[in-house]
């Protein structure tokens, strides 16, 4: 059975990025599920479907993902008078902003968010509730942006899969290193900070721009959602932020747990690199923490992580991570310029198409938790 992602990238059930693609069927499951949800019209919010579906769209158009707009474009269309004056000015009038500030300072959160997250900031968010949106309502938004944001670059992303064409053989075995990997002396043992050009790997905190839950008067969906999210949500800013649409919530764990932990395919250290590279390139500090200590955790080395944090473009201790950290900061970049010349090194790197999927899920995947972070609230040091 095809999803929006097969159908707009092109793919025929049967082929070979078909198939491949739906190894990770708990993903696509999970992708179509999340889409259902932020942009259907079973959500209970004053956020309307129409609204929701025109900022998907410029979303997707500022991101330069051309075929994705058009589906939402052409969503938008389909609800006929829900289409109100100042949405229909939006989607005749590219970069438009209406007079509305509820709707202007939406957009301009969503323009913002589309290409560059570490942009915006807490001015930006404290403006829509100020315009008239709800907390819960802001929240949804903020997911929609991270969604979509996700959505646009895994569709870049396979759709590349599909032009490439699947491989005939199985990748060429890499060569074992010919000596022992021997710690670079300037660098601290992995386990103990990294901190390098504003980056870090200790473990940081994070506090919400906006209110957040008690988890002792939460709703029993709400505290159910707490409970399945994290063994630490009901004390994390984050968790108690996000469960303000619990469903939400429920689903993009279901997807991120999917992405990170599948059995198989790329190894959990090198999906770390592709977050940690996105995540850099997007200047989220918390994000790129805990995934160079995750690295560190997997992989027990922390070259690659000061690579990356010093310089992302030339970063890669060898052919696997250059590759896949090149191709990450490609898709975070300009989605909708990503191609097949993007996916061919990671194939001369020997990676499989399995691999090169699970890449750009990891990849896609931060381009949602990065804005999440970044724009809904600020990291904090627990030490000097």
Sequence with gaps: MTDTIDRLAG??????????????????????????????NQLDSALTQAERLVLAAEQARVSGVNVLEAEYRARAEALGQAITPELRAILDQPGAQTGKARMDAMLHFVRTLAL??????????????????????????????GFVAYQARLLAGVKAMGELGGATEAPAAQPADAAPFVHPANLPPPGEPLRRNGFTSETLDWKAWLQVLDPDTATPEQQHVLEV??????????????ARQPQVLLE????FNAIMYAPGGLSRAEREVAATAVSRSNGCVYCASVHAQRFEQLAKRNDVMAQLFDEPDT?????????????????TRTPGNFGKHNLQPLRDAGLSDLEILDMLH???LFGWANRL?????????STP
């Design 11 to 40: 793919l025929e059930q049967g082929g070979p990025t078909f198939t491949t693609r739906h190894e990770r069927e708990k993903v696509a499951l999970a992708t179509q599920a999340c889409e259902d949800l932020l942009l259907g």
């Design 116 to 145: 560059n997250p570490a942009q915006s900031d807490q001015a930006a968010l404290l403006a829509i509730p100020a315009a008239g949106l709800s907390l819960n309502d802001t929240v949804l938004l903020a997911q929609l942006i």
């Design 229 to 242: 999210s994290h063994p630490k949500a009901k004390s994390m800013d984050f968790y108690l932020l996000l």
């Design 252 to 255: 993009r764990s279901q997807a």
């Design 315 to 331: 970063a890669g201790t060898n052919a696997r991570e250059r590759a896949i950290i090149q191709a990450s900061l490609a898709l």
């Design 362 to 364: 990891s990849a896609a």
């Design 373 to 381: 972070m970044l724009n809904l609230g600020v990291e904090l040091y």
